[in-house]
């Protein structure tokens, strides 16, 4: 298939670009670089350089068989103090691009959801059934976009899919995690061994959890993409199918620091804060749904393998 990867020069987007190029496609990569890095562009897709709102209708109309939308602002924090660059910079940008999907006919659209979308979890495991009450603006941004999905799907015959990712970790060779500003849990603890932090910050050790820490599911940022692969073999035009990606097993943030001493030998000093606004005390997937429909399987679900991988990417970018 010709595909086109919006975000491709992020994390996700990344490392899924170059996935899809192992497996035979065409790839074609649009991002405006305002986060992403263009030498994490895997060799191999083609790079342009733009805002899709502003470009999207010109690159459709060369003839793409499906858009993996990755591209989008994802900081939570910023999300709740800036809730205008997520609502341009996210809905109407997939507005725009779901417009010039349907002038071009482009059939098939995978779209980066969040498990933001869910809110403050009242059953755990999450199913995709659960209720949808994001408890920020970033995750509500991406709520809309869904709902936009669903009725474009329906309306215009799209094969649509929306993947909810949880906590996405690891590293794929030289593609990993490198955030301008980083927020994430794995990154920075692996920041405190390489020497470039003093200590974690643990954000809140009062929660009702076994251990008192926050308790999230990390998925390896490859089984995420290999889910990307299969949705776009599976999906259907005029439906649009929404699925949960995570382990279904969830670690502590003090288990997630235990680990990463283990994997980098670093005693990694942690110091109790106060919690940070609109955490939820535990986020934890069924990927029921994509296991039984597309038939996903997480084949690196063991956490020290995550943090590993993680640690290998950080240290080498660190030498190099
Ligand atoms: N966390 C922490 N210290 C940090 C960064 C994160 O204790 O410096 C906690 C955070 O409160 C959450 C978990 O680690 O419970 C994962 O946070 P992250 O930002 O990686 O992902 P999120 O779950 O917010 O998507």
Same mark, same amino acid.
């Given at each position: 298939m010709k595909l086109l990867v919006t975000g491709g020069a992020g994390y996700v987007g990344s490392v899924c670009a170059a996935r899809l190029l192992e497996a035979g496609h065409e790839v074609v990569v649009l991002d405006d670089l305002s986060t992403g890095h263009?030498? =994490?562009? *895997? =060799? &191999?897709a083609r790079f342009i350089r733009g805002d899709i709102a502003e470009v999207i209708g010109d690159v459709l109309a060369e003839g793409f068989d499906g858009v993996l939308h990755f591209a989008a602002k994802s900081l939570v924090g910023e999300s709740m103090q800036d809730p205008g660059k997520y609502w341009t910079g996210n809905v109407l940008t997939a507005i725009r691009l779901l417009d010039a999907m349907k002038e071009h006919g482009t059939p098939k659209l995978v779209f980066s959801s969040? =498990? =933001?979308?869910?809110?403050?979890?009242?059953?755990?495991? #999450?199913?995709?059934t659960a209720p949808t009450a994001p408890t920020n603006t970033y995750g509500a941004t991406k709520l809309a976009i869904d709902h936009a999905i669903t009725s474009y799907a329906a309306a215009h015959g799209l094969a649509a899919t929306s993947l909810r990712y949880f906590n996405v970790a690891g590293a794929y060779g030289s593609i990993g995690e490198r955030h301008a500003t980083e927020t994430h849990l794995i990154p920075l603890v692996l920041q405190v061994a390489l020497g470039q932090r003093e200590h974690i910050s643990i954000? &809140?050790?009062?929660? *009702?959890t076994e251990d008192g820490t926050c308790v999230r599911d990390y998925i390896h940022v490859l089984d995420l993409a290999d889910a990307h692969l299969l949705a776009l073999e599976n999906a259907t035009a005029g439906e649009h199918r929404i699925y949960n990606l995570g382990n279904g097993t969830g670690f502590s943030v003090k288990q997630v620091i235990d680990t990463c001493r283990e994997v980098? &030998?670093?005693? #990694?000093p942690a110091v109790v804060a106060p919690r940070r606004a609109g955490d939820p005390a535990v986020l934890v997937a069924s990927a029921e749904r994509a296991r039984a429909d597309l038939g996903w399987k997480p084949e690196r679900a063991d956490i020290t393998g995550i943090v590993r991988d993680a640690w290998e990417f950080t240290r080498a970018r660190h030498e190099a």
């Open positions: 263009e030498d =994490a562009v *895997p =060799a &191999g969040t =498990a =933001a979308t869910y809110g403050e979890p009242r059953e755990v495991p #999450i199913p995709e954000y &809140g050790e009062d929660w *009702p980098t &030998g670093h005693p #990694i």
